[in-house]
Nanobody
């Protein structure tokens, strides 16, 4: 099992920045890649960014150039630096980890990000 706990969400004005954190615990040695998804009110959950075990990253087009995903393996923590925030970025942000081999997914409880105009 893998446990994920997000933090760092909050209320920010348009153009502002936030950094989300995701702390992983449990069978973290089995994790192949980690990522962030988000879900806005009335919308489906969508992919935001991911980072693989070797540091390769991938971003949704809507956030590329504004968001940066990173991880510090020694701290078992993943981050999402969000800059130039827009009202459309308002959502609950979820941390996700995927186990290698089985592809089992683990999710955090989510953290709210609200961008006010």
């Amino acid at each position: 099992q893998v446990q994920l706990v997000e933090s760092g969400g909050g209320l920010v004005q348009v153009g502002g920045s936030l950094r989300l954190s995701c702390a992983a615990s449990g069978s973290i040695f089995s994790i192949n890649y980690m990522g962030w998804h988000r879900q806005a009110p009335g919308k489906q959950r969508e992919f935001v960014a991911l980072i693989t075990s070797d540091g390769t990253t991938n971003y949704a087009g809507s956030v590329e150039g504004r968001f940066t995903i990173s991880r510090v393996n020694a701290k078992n923590t993943m981050y999402l630096q969000m800059n130039s925030l827009k009202p459309d970025d308002t959502a609950v942000y979820y941390c996700k980890a995927v186990r290698g081999g089985t592809g089992t997914e683990y999710w955090g409880q989510g953290t709210q990000v609200t961008v006010s105009s």
